[in-house]
């Protein structure tokens, strides 16, 4: 299967690599991660918190999630998941998506942020989501993200959100142009092609999770060329 996936990928002019060997300059093989080192050349985790509560508070009166897009994920998610209880928004700023996941779905939905505002913010936890919440873990119907670009430890990470989900959870990383290679710095570390997205995923699942499927959204600002949903599902 490794040797199946990184042929397919050659075909399609990428070449998929560990991601501790790719640094901010190595930006053309499909996907880059920036690093965040100390002068020792060990993880700065201080730096990359303090990066993210200045983007959030210099952001937080900005918003990116369309409320067409929600609607349509909503639909989706009462379709293909029974029961729908609890859900899990990552890295949500203004928790616009919990609200509206709420008002669609009519369960429990909470947004997760790490900087200090989201105290307020309704339904909104102070939380880094690399880490693990036992309470969450294996009780969550499905998780939503548009923030995924903002991990330093991408595969780490999505393993975190896919343990967090039950057996048959969905997982909806929201995929834009701007979430390309190209636009990888400091505040958003990690940059992918699309197409590259569903190799990824499949390598670091190691067969824990796999794409369901990827969706179009409804609507899209001006300013961004595409929107898609990468539909992740838990076995």
Same mark, same amino acid.
């Given at each position: 299967?490794?040797?199946?996936?990184?042929?397919?990928?050659?075909?399609?002019?990428?070449?998929?690599?560990?991601?501790?060997?790719?640094?901010?300059?190595?930006?053309?093989?499909?996907?880059?991660?920036?690093?965040?080192?100390?002068?020792?050349?060990?993880?700065?985790?201080?730096?990359? &918190? +303090?990066?993210? #509560?200045?983007?959030?508070? /210099? $952001?937080?009166?900005?918003?990116? !999630? =369309?409320?067409?897009? %929600?609607?349509?994920?909503?639909?989706?998610?009462?379709?293909?998941?029974?029961?729908?209880?609890?859900?899990?928004?990552?890295?949500? &700023? +203004?928790?616009? #998506?919990?609200?509206?996941? /709420? $008002?669609?779905?009519?369960?429990? !939905? =909470?947004?997760?942020? %790490?900087?200090?505002?989201?105290?307020?913010?309704?339904?909104?936890?102070?939380?880094?989501?690399?880490?693990?919440?036992?309470?969450?873990?294996?009780?969550?119907?499905?998780?939503?993200?548009?923030?995924?670009?903002?991990?330093?430890?991408?595969?780490?990470?999505?393993?975190?959100?896919?343990?967090?989900?039950?057996?048959?959870?969905?997982?909806?990383?929201?995929?834009?142009?701007?979430?390309?290679?190209?636009?990888?710095?400091?505040?958003?570390?990690?940059?992918?092609?699309?197409?590259?997205?569903?190799?990824?995923?499949?390598?670091?699942?190691?067969?824990?999770?796999?794409?369901?499927?990827?969706?179009?959204?409804?609507?899209?600002?001006?300013?961004?060329?595409?929107?898609?949903?990468?539909?992740?599902?838990?076995?």
């Amino acid at each position: 299967m490794k040797n199946f996936i990184k042929s397919t990928a050659r075909k399609l002019g990428y070449d998929i690599r560990r991601l501790e060997t790719v640094t901010p300059s190595s930006r053309s093989s499909g996907f880059t991660l920036f690093k965040y080192h100390k002068p020792d050349g060990s993880f700065d985790y201080d730096a990359y &918190r +303090r990066i993210q #509560e200045e983007g959030n508070k /210099r $952001k937080i009166d900005q918003v990116w !999630v =369309i409320e067409a897009n %929600i609607k349509l994920l909503s639909e989706y998610l009462a379709a293909h998941l029974n029961p729908l209880q609890f859900g899990i928004c990552h890295g949500t &700023r +203004r928790g616009n #998506e919990q609200l509206w996941f /709420r $008002k669609y779905l009519g369960c429990e !939905v =909470i947004g997760t942020e %790490i900087s200090e505002t989201a105290k307020d913010f309704p339904n909104t936890v102070q939380w880094d989501f690399h880490e693990s919440n036992p309470e969450w873990t294996g009780k969550t119907d499905f998780i939503y993200s548009n923030s995924f670009d903002h991990s330093y430890a991408p595969e780490s990470c999505l393993d975190t959100w896919m343990n967090t989900l039950r057996s048959g959870g969905l997982c909806i990383l929201e995929h834009t142009n701007l979430h390309a290679p190209e636009g990888a710095n400091e505040l958003d570390p990690f940059g992918a092609e699309l197409e590259i997205m569903p190799f990824l995923i499949t390598k670091w699942a190691k067969g824990k999770y796999f794409v369901r499927e990827i969706i179009e959204a409804t609507e899209k600002p001006s300013a961004v060329r595409s929107i898609n949903f990468i539909v992740i599902e838990r076995r």
